[in-house]
């Protein structure tokens, strides 16, 4: 179905966007088809949008369920200044003001209402909106009317009666976090028969997820010291206990600049910590899951997780922090086996046996009196079957919510009980299966977690399949797991910008120029020949200073194989931009280098070593670059550490010959350098002797399998969807770095030596030249592959 024209005039008008998000259109699109839906869409997604918008054109009220008061207010705020009708009602407004906005609503003052979930435990309240028109029950944190959710709200479960008594309008429940339960509760608690489900958009492209197990608490905190030197900060670090936060501060103050949050902190200083987080002023706060809501700072780069988190879309909630920008972050969860241990402890402890609330209620029977002072730790010691002070805890607890027992004060440990009821301990009505049944969810929740934590599988993956997310991945955006088969590079900010710049270039030469010429303007190469054409007056000439020109090479082909750009094959190979190039200009971080490549698996040993042999350098570069206070690329870029892993140098000399690595580079890093290879070849000898073809990027290695299985050129082609140009391009750079190509095997001898003869003649500088002067059967395939071979001769290193 079309989306009515109206919808997208209102969005520019009301909300100055120019399109939907496109999961807001799958939504609109069924609830205008008249369907009920419920949405599981994450956060950021734009879910408010798709109950707003249609206030500006249904004819009727929206009426939107929330259940976060503290923010009703900044939301209908926000609407009016748009131009839409709104107001809200919840107890934080008096009486009367209550009364006045609701005759306005009846009047017909507003276009869209939010109303907390227990305004409708009044019926003069739901009698009273029965006298409008309602077209539409927005149910947002739908969540909440889940027992198992961790916001359970009981006014949710009146929802479906209410809806009823509106003369049933269409409905839409939002919510960001639903697992199959909760899911399952929603559906049932509204009455949902005839309805659409839409799960998406879970996947979070830019996070790399990793699971580190460690032995003690000691090497834990050496852990995340390590984890905090060496990663881009800003860093949430999540703990379980007010004492953790400031058990960890002290630990980290010395070295970092730390702040702490949690719910113990009066309000306004939780306040001052957010913003002052949120402003950078702090790179690192310590916080307990209290740490959060309404937290929108964009660049966290890293969020660890020190303890357990309660439950694993906690989990999801809490690394949603990381990388709002869309640019990499990382997720590093910290676990050691007595974490679970300890979760499993305060579960049991949480929902007491039978024959222990027993125990305790008869001791408060046997004191012959109405109220009862006790002394809780001398209560513990003196009831001899109790496990922990924990289950006397929630024994109380339980015996006060089941109104056996009353607390009528409290002070430190003495506390003074009444008891409201007087029955036979054996009588008390406590429902313990549904205790065993909450106890085994909990149990549940905590196994999906450990799930999480010990799958050998794809982390990603684990959590689209926990989530029940419709669209599956076919490759890891990035995870301790398949780090052996990652083929993506992470999109960093700065590769980001780069791409933005090279994007904004090929559009200003007009797609009139080739990879090596958009790379110099890009670099502001003084040649003659660029500045002759008058390219320096281009505006995105020089403007790249922070890459080298061989990394702007790369990465221009890598967008061309990603169809980001493409290659026009004339007579002179020009770069245009692609309508996905276009797509992601103003959002370089939703760049897919996958786009058009599938998941290959780089499983053979060699490839593992030499990954292994990648990261360890990486990790060299970061602790340099902390040490020198540099910036790692200006040690070292991708493709430099990627060289020296096919190069393996072993002295001064063979390491100059790698590309990035000059005088002043190997004069300061080099020795560091070069030991990390040379430790890692004693106990890796066999890498030593593996032939390797030049980059360890894939797509070069998958071209180069398939050129040794004796595929033709077309075959090979066909064999990895891609172009037979693109095919050459790889076998020339393979032969230009030195791997050996039979290219006999495409190229007839009659052939070669005609290209030879005219190279002889015009040099191997110009295709286009050596092309004018051979056989017209000859295409610049095939010179290329011969130039290829001059070059590799004749370059210096
Ligand atoms: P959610 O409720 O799913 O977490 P919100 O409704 O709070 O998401 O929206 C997240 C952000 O996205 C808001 O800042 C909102 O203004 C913005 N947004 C929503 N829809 C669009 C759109 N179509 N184009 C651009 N920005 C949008």
């Known amino acids: 179905m079309v989306l009515p024209k109206i919808l997208y005039q209102n969005l520019k008008r009301y909300f100055g966007y120019n399109d939907f998000r496109p999961r807001q259109k799958e939504v609109l699109r069924y609830l205008f088809a008249g369907n009920d839906l419920v949405a599981i869409l994450p956060t950021g997604s734009g879910k408010s949008l798709c109950y707003q918008l249609p206030a500006t054109c249904l004819s009727g009220l929206v009426v939107v369920v929330s259940p976060l008061i503290s923010l009703m207010k900044d939301q209908v705020d926000s609407l009016r200044s748009r131009g839409i009708r709104a107001t809200y009602i919840n107890s934080s407004l008096n009486w009367s003001e209550q009364q006045r906005r609701l005759k306005g609503i009846i009047q017909g003052d507003y276009n869209i209402i939010y109303i907390a979930p227990e305004r409708f435990e009044s019926n003069v309240f739901l009698d009273r909106l029965t006298q409008v028109k309602v077209a539409l029950f927005a149910i947002d944190e739908a969540h909440c009317i889940s027992e198992w959710g961790h916001d359970f709200r009981p006014s949710y479960l009146k929802l479906a009666q209410v809806r009823k008594k509106l003369g049933n309008p269409r409905l839409i429940a939002l919510t960001a ?211 922990s002070k924990l289950a006397l805890d929630a024994t109380l607890r339980l015996l006060r919510k089941e109104g056996y027992l009353k607390r009528i004060s409290s002070k430190d440990q003495e506390i003074t009980y009444q008891i409201l009821e007087q029955v036979e301990p054996k009588q008390l009505e406590i429902d313990y299966l549904q205790l065993q049944y909450l106890k085994k969810n909990k149990y549940q929740k905590l196994s999906e977690l450990k799930g999480y934590i010990g799958t050998k599988e ?80 281009v505006s995105t000439y020089g403007i790249v200073n922070d890459f080298s020109y061989e990394d702007i090479i790369s990465i221009i082909e890598e967008l061309i194989e990603a169809r980001y750009l493409k290659r ?74 990627e060289e020296l892993v096919r190069r393996l140098p ?96 495409f190229i007839s001898a009659s052939e070669l030596e005609e290209i030879r003869a005219a190279i002889a003649k015009v040099g191997y500088q110009t295709l286009k030249e050596i092309k004018e002067l051979v056989n017209d059967e000859i295409d610049y395939n095939k010179i290329k592959l011969v130039v290829a071979g001059y070059k590799k001769e004749f370059m210096p290193n």
């Open 458 to 537: 794809c982390r990603h993956q684990y959590i689209l399949n926990y989530f029940g997310d419709e669209e599956a991945l076919n490759y890891c955006p990035g995870c301790d797991n398949c780090d052996e088969v990652r083929q993506t590079r992470v999109i960093t900010k700065e590769l980001g910008i780069l791409v933005q710049k090279i994007l904004s270039c090929v559009i200003k030469l007009g797609g009139r120029f080739g990879v090596t010429t958009i790379a110099k303007v890009l670099t502001g190469s003084k040649s003659k020949k660029l500045l002759g054409r008058g390219l320096d007056k």
């Open 568 to 641: 026009d094959m004339g007579r002179y190979p020009t770069v245009q931009i692609t309508k996905a190039g276009y797509k992601i200009l103003h959002q370089p971080y939703n760049l897919d280098w996958n786009l058009v490549r599938e998941e290959k698996e780089i499983n053979n040993l060699a490839n593992q070593a030499r990954l292994e042999l990648l990261n360890k350098l990486k990790d060299l570069r970061t602790r340099l670059s902390k040490e020198f206070n540099q910036a790692p690329f200006i040690i070292a870029h991708d493709k430099t550490l």
């Open 177 to 387: 976090t639903a697992t199959p339960e909760v899911r399952k509760d929603i559906i049932k608690g509204l009455g949902l028969r005839d309805f659409k489900l839409l799960i998406k958009g879970f996947e979070r492209r830019n996070l790399y997820l990793e699971v580190k197990q460690v032995e003690n608490e000691l090497v834990k905190k050496e852990e995340l010291l390590r984890i905090l030197t060496y990663n881009p900060l800003p860093a949430i670090v999540y703990v379980g206990t007010r004492n953790r936060v400031e058990e960890i501060i002290a630990f980290l103050e010395d070295k970092f600049s730390v702040i702490g949050y949690h719910g113990g902190m009066k309000s306004h200083e939780r306040r001052r910590s957010q913003e002052l987080f949120m402003a950078g002023s702090y790179d690192i706060v310590i916080a307990t899951n209290a740490f959060g809501m309404g937290v929108d700072k964009s660049d966290v780069r890293l969020v660890v997780h020190y303890e357990l988190p309660g439950t694993l879309e906690a989990y999801y909630q809490e690394i949603g922090r990381a990388g709002r920008d869309g640019f990499a972050s990382k997720c590093i969860l910290l676990y050691q086996e007595e974490d679970s241990d300890l979760r499993e402890f305060f579960i049991d402890n949480d929902y007491p046996q039978k024959d222990i609330v027993e125990e305790v209620y008869s001791f408060f029977l046997a004191q012959n009196q109405q109220e009862v002072e006790v002394n809780f730790n001398q209560l513990y010691l003196q009831l001899r079957n109790l496990p």
């Open 650 to 745: 072993k002295n001064r000399e063979e390491m100059l010959k790698v590309r990035g690595f000059g005088e002043v580079t190997y004069r300061r890093y080099g020795e560091s350098f070069l030991k990390v290879i040379q430790e890692f070849l004693q106990v890796e000898p066999e890498l030593d002797r593996i032939e390797t073809p030049i980059c360890l990027d894939g797509t070069y290695e998958e071209t180069f399998n398939l050129y040794k299985c004796g595929l033709p050129l077309e075959d090979i082609s066909k064999e990895r969807g891609l172009a037979v140009g693109t095919i050459v391009d790889h076998l020339s750079k393979l032969i230009e770095s030195g791997v050996e190509i039979d290219t006999r095997r």
